[in-house]
């Protein structure tokens, strides 16, 4: 071993003990939690913060709050884990003052503590929002699919009941006729049992899947997760389909920090409006700029956003197939307002007829005179029915053609969503590992999902204003 550096001997005694300190550099990110939850009031927060005057007392809610977020923050999130790291890891020993709860009460913790979990990571946003980390009001929001604790197997739709109902019956059926031959000993299979064992299996196994039947109908969704029943099997990317969270989270485009998030089991539709305000509330401006996919495109939910002081930007996809169909898209034809008519793209006039309401929606009808469309070159293009091409306006359709002019400014939008909002889901997907959330139910998960957010804002920020300075803040 000559020629090598050589570490200490084990054996070697000191004459001064090293303090626990001395091994916790200043730039340590446990002197970041450690000051970040001492000034919080957990109270306020919503934590239990009175120990209970029977029995041996607890750990306060700081210790075990140091002890999440560390985890969260090193990829260590399994209370097992925690209980393990807590014993061993110097960094964890100086944070937790050498307290090593069990996991039982680190898991407890963190199933009882949803409220001040959540109003935690919120606190923080507040903090970076005095620091002034939201000077732009550019925000981006969108949703990513997390897997939930429960198989694609474990997951019924109707069609995917009837062929499981479907196969009992007929393995049901398979048994019967084998006992009608009274051949028992030839109709046996490889594992043994009788033939009225299994069928009594089997029974038992369609009553199960008769009761989901009739949970499944009395679904919104049509569909039943049985491990994690708030999981849902949604589309994930390049239109795999997984069972899981969609977390809706918005993201300031200059920081790359998550201003808020939701954990929600449906689809982008119709959450615009809803996770923008709260994006309002948490930057403290009413104004901001709100960039989504054309996932989230929806009329009345972009209506709203506008009508709450926002400026939304969502692209709209192209859900008619007109193009396919190789007939003229609806783009094609052009809307005069001041004669309230459309122009088609044989320069005729599609004058207005009626309105409509359909779903809620007044929806305004236009459409050529019959004689001239007859005799039209453009007809195969333009309509695949023997009548004129109708055109729908709904009533607010001036707001989506406002919101379309404002976005053909900012072509750039497209790829400020991208950069920003790949970053963070990224990030913590990469930290959570394969299996992403560990717990089960809307509750849990969303305490979890809290968490990752807080670990993930906490790195970024001390990563922006280094931990120095973002301790200073913290104290101030
Ligand atoms: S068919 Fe009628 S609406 Fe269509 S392009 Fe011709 S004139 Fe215009």
Redesign the pocket.
């Known amino acids: 071993m000559t020629g090598f550096i050589e570490g200490e001997d084990r054996a070697q005694v000191t004459l001064f003990p090293e303090a626990l300190d001395d091994y916790i550099t200043e730039e340590n990110s446990v002197r970041v939690i450690d000051v970040f939850i001492d000034n919080l009031d957990l109270s306020k927060l919503g934590f239990k913060t009175v120990s209970a005057d029977t029995g041996r007392p607890g750990y306060h809610p700081s210790s075990l709050l140091k002890l999440f977020i560390y985890g969260y923050l090193n990829r260590i999130q399994s209370s097992r884990r925690l209980e393990r790291e807590a014993g061993r890891n110097v960094e964890l020993m100086w944070l937790m003052r050498r307290l090593v709860p069990d996991f039982k009460t680190i898991a407890d913790f963190r199933k009882d503590n949803g409220k001040g979990i959540k109003n935690t990571c919120r606190t923080f946003i507040n903090l970076c929002r005095q620091l002034n980390m939201f000077t732009d009001t550019l925000v981006t929001i969108d949703g990513s699919k997390f897997k939930a604790v429960n198989s694609k197997e474990n997951n019924y739709t109707p069609k995917k009941l009837q062929f499981h109902i479907a196969r009992v019956e007929k393995h049901i059926d398979d048994y019967l006729k084998q006992l009608a031959t009274k051949d028992q000993e030839e109709s046996r299979v490889a594992d043994d049992r009788p033939i009225e064992e299994k069928i009594d299996g089997l029974k038992k196994k369609l009553a199960e899947l008769k009761a989901l039947e009739d949970e499944i109908n009395h679904q919104p969704d049509n569909q039943v997760s049985t491990t994690d029943p708030d999981s849902r099997l949604l589309v994930t990317q390049g239109m795999s389909r997984s069972v899981c969270y969609n977390v809706q989270s918005a993201v300031d485009t200059k920081h790359h920090l998550i201003i808020t998030h939701e954990v929600t089991n449906t689809v982008d539709r119709n959450q615009l409006c809803r996770i923008a305000k709260k994006a309002q509330d948490a930057v403290g401006k009413k104004d901001i700029t709100v960039i989504a996919d054309k996932g989230y495109f929806s009329g009345t939910d972009i209506k709203d956003t506008q009508d709450a002081g926002m400026t939304p930007l969502v692209p709209k996809g192209d859900t008619s197939g007109s193009n396919k169909k190789g007939i003229?898209n609806r783009s094609r034809f052009e809307y005069d307002a001041g004669r309230d008519r459309y122009i088609?793209?044989?320069k005729?006039e599609?004058p207005y007829r009626f309105t409509s309401v359909e779903k809620g929606q007044m929806l305004k009808r236009y459409?050529?005179y019959d004689p001239?469309?007859r005799v039209?070159?453009?007809?195969p293009?333009?309509?695949n029915s023997k009548q004129?091409?109708r055109i729908t306006r709904w009533i607010h359709q001036n707001r989506l053609e406002k919101m379309e002019k404002q976005l053909s400014s900012m072509p750039e939008s497209v790829l400020i969503r991208k950069q920003t909002v790949e970053h963070p889901f990224g990030t913590i997907k990469c930290w959570m590992g394969a299996t992403h959330f560990l717990t089960r139910r809307f509750k849990n998960v969303s305490t979890e999902m809290s968490l990752h957010v807080l670990a993930y804002n906490l790195r970024r920020m001390m990563s922006i204003l280094g931990p120095d300075k973002l301790i200073e803040a913290m104290a101030a």
């Open positions: 003229f088609c793209p044989a005729q599609l459409w050529a001239t469309c039209c070159s453009m007809k293009q333009c309509s004129p091409r």
